[in-house]
């Protein structure tokens, strides 16, 4: 009758292992053939592990140099040259990684949980400042708000399907046309989903016909937008060259 291996009992943090921890647990869970492997393939942590798509232990169907002593340990070695690897060293590594990718998966369905959470917290909140807001309130705190729902929409999105409204666009070229590339950076680095990459932001200064170059002044265009805008006075400050 055949039985199903007994659960595996993993450390809390487990998927946070690396170096010598990470080592000690291939030992004991796969014993000392693996953990010599794990060294010469450079897979120091879990992460690294989890990461190799193809079945590591495959490596012993050919021969290298460097594996040589521990090819000698993992298999069985016919005299005509056949080798084998031995059914419990196989039995133990799938029983290992069965372990960590049930809690990896784990670990990334609550992650998502509390993410949708979260989230829909949050809308909620939003709906009901929208709903209690007066006209002031609304027009000193819709940018802020706008800025805020943008991050958590996009927080729930792939970093390639970020999404950014028009009124986050306009702040990401003001910020940075006025702080420059290393201000915009900063801002950009510190608060993950809040503004494009600047790749994707100079797209859309170049659309809009906003290509700045240093010591070159646009009079023209600076009148031009002062009368479409319908401001009668326009005023600089020092440093302000960048933006004219």
């Given at each position: 009758?055949?039985?199903?291996?007994?659960?595996?009992?993993?450390?809390d943090?487990v998927?946070?292992?690396?170096?010598e921890?990470f080592?000690?647990?291939?030992?004991?869970?796969?014993?000392?053939?693996v953990?010599?492997l794990?060294?010469?393939?450079?897979?120091?942590?879990?992460y690294?592990?989890?990461?190799?798509?193809?079945?590591i232990l495959?490596?012993?169907e050919?021969k290298?140099?460097?594996?040589e002593?521990?090819?000698?340990?993992?298999?069985?070695?016919?005299?005509?040259?056949?080798?084998?690897?031995?059914?419990?060293?196989?039995?133990?590594?799938?029983?290992?990684?069965?372990?960590?990718?049930a809690?990896?998966?784990?670990?990334?369905?609550?992650?998502?949980?509390l993410?949708?959470?979260?989230?829909s917290?949050?809308?909620?909140?939003?709906?009901s400042?929208?709903?209690?807001e007066?006209?002031?309130?609304?027009n000193?705190?819709?940018?802020?708000?706008?800025?805020?729902?943008?991050?958590?929409?996009?927080?729930?999105r792939?970093?390639?399907?970020?999404r950014?409204s028009?009124?986050?666009?306009?702040?990401a070229?003001?910020?940075?046309?006025?702080?420059?590339?290393?201000?915009?950076?900063?801002?950009?680095?510190?608060?993950?989903?809040?503004?494009?990459?600047?790749?994707t932001?100079e797209?859309?200064?170049?659309?809009?016909?906003a290509?700045?170059?240093?010591?070159?002044?646009?009079?023209?265009m600076l009148?031009?937008?002062?009368?479409?805008?319908?401001y009668?006075?326009?005023?600089?400050?020092?440093?302000?060259?960048?933006?004219?």
């Amino acid at each position: 009758m055949l039985r199903n291996f007994p659960p595996l009992v993993l450390p809390d943090s487990v998927l946070a292992l690396e170096g010598e921890k990470f080592f000690d647990l291939v030992n004991q869970t796969c014993g000392e053939v693996v953990k010599e492997l794990m060294e010469v393939l450079s897979i120091n942590t879990v992460y690294k592990l989890l990461l190799v798509e193809n079945d590591i232990l495959s490596i012993f169907e050919k021969k290298y140099k460097e594996l040589e002593n521990i090819t000698q340990k993992a298999c069985l070695h016919l005299n005509e040259g056949t080798i084998m690897l031995k059914p419990g060293l196989r039995l133990d590594f799938d029983h290992f990684m069965q372990a960590l990718h049930a809690v990896n998966n784990q670990s990334q369905e609550q992650a998502v949980s509390l993410s949708d959470v979260f989230f829909s917290s949050f809308q909620k909140l939003i709906e009901s400042f929208q709903l209690n807001e007066n006209d002031d309130s609304k027009n000193t705190y819709s940018f802020l708000i706008n800025f805020i729902e943008n991050i958590f929409k996009n927080l729930t999105r792939n970093k390639n399907n970020y999404r950014y409204s028009e009124a986050v666009q306009h702040f990401a070229q003001s910020l940075y046309i006025l702080g420059g590339r290393n201000v915009y950076e900063f801002v950009r680095i510190n608060l993950p989903g809040a503004i494009p990459a600047i790749p994707t932001l100079e797209d859309s200064l170049g659309k809009a016909g906003a290509q700045i170059e240093e010591g070159v002044f646009r009079y023209d265009m600076l009148s031009d937008h002062q009368k479409s805008g319908g401001y009668p006075i326009a005023i600089c400050s020092e440093d302000c060259t960048r933006v004219i």
